[in-house]
């Protein structure tokens, strides 16, 4: 009686398949014969299994591509509002309209539920227009102004939520309901500030949103409250 042959190891098996990955294709009836026991739909041929994983890649895949189809819509359509209220903007021909038309466009064009400007100045006596608003002087050292260090300091728009201390500055009263928020730090001195547009919505803005257009919206409205409001000609 002969003594029995030595078996391999599934390290040696793995091994050799791939020091040889045409060994299946050359040997398509070993394919078929594999099965894979432990699978959660039962037992199944590799042919299959790997269909099936193929499946779900292609699935994911799908979403993922769907998903930025309309994250870039999403961000089309900003544009054009952005592009529009721009627009609007342009024509104002004194402070209190380029207020009023900010406001009023942010809650019917860009569906706010809330809009806040905060205008840094030591000129306290700054006349505003009262527009049932979040619209305010506020000192550029109040302490309050704190919280926003890193957002002013990059000199970027954020969106998404922001801190309880941050909404209660922005909102005062409405701060419960603002879900997420777009907030955009509108340049350096003279009439620096912060412009916030709110949602209830938890999910209306988000950090994968575009921000450009944002940026280039304080920017154009940062122009305009110099012209307006210091006197400046840009």
Known sequence: MGNPE???????????????RDFLISQPDVLQELTLGDSPDGTVSLVHFQRKQLERKTHQLQEQLNALLENAE?????????????LALMDCQDGEALLTTLVTKLHEEF????????????????????LNANVAVIHPDDPQLKAFDHVLANQVPVCGRLTKKQKQTLFGEQAESAN???CLPLGQKPCAGLLA????????????????YLQFLGDVFMRLMRRFYCGQTA
């Open 74 to 86: 999403s961000n089309n359509q900003l544009q054009q509002r952005v592009n529009a209220l721009i």
């Open 6 to 20: 030595p078996s391999l190891s599934a390290e040696q098996v793995s091994a050799y398949l791939k020091q040889h």
């Open 197 to 212: 547009i709110a949602s209830q919505d938890a999910n209306r803005f988000h950090a994968d949103m575009g921000t450009e």
């Open 180 to 182: 997420s928020i777009a």
């Open 111 to 130: 569906q706010a539920d809330a809009v806040s400007l905060q205008i840094f100045s030591q000129e306290t006596m700054l006349t505003l227009p009262d």
